[in-house]
């Protein structure tokens, strides 16, 4: 799933949450609600603009419609923190390590 895909996704996840239809978040937004919709599907480019109107629109955070780092596989998770863990200092890791197991208890 590419990031527009990912950020659609969010957008219509944060809609639903708020139960609100698409036509209620494009009249809020004054967009159409067929641009909404491909906006969800991935399939526009939306400027910041379009991004603080719909943002609005739902009251959140702009913030929050990039905050789609649950959706991931368990394979890019797994990914992430092999990254994160081949960089980190050994005081890192070992923070890490503890978060982690207080986390799984």
């Known amino acids: 799933m590419n990031k527009k895909e990912l950020i659609g996704r ?62 991931v596989s368990h394979k890019e998770l797994k990914e992430a923190m092999q990254s994160i863990a081949r960089t980190a200092d050994e005081s890192t890791l070992r923070l890490a390590l503890k978060v982690i197991r207080a986390i799984a208890r």
């Open 10 to 71: 969010r957008i219509q996840e944060l809609r639903k949450k708020h139960g609100l239809s698409q036509e209620k978040v494009a009249e809020k937004a004054d967009i159409s609600p067929n641009y909404l919709s491909r906006i969800e599907c991935g399939k526009e480019n939306p400027t910041l603009d379009m991004f603080i109107k719909i943002a609005d629109a739902l009251e959140v955070e702009m913030l929050e419609i990039f905050d789609f780092e649950h959706i």
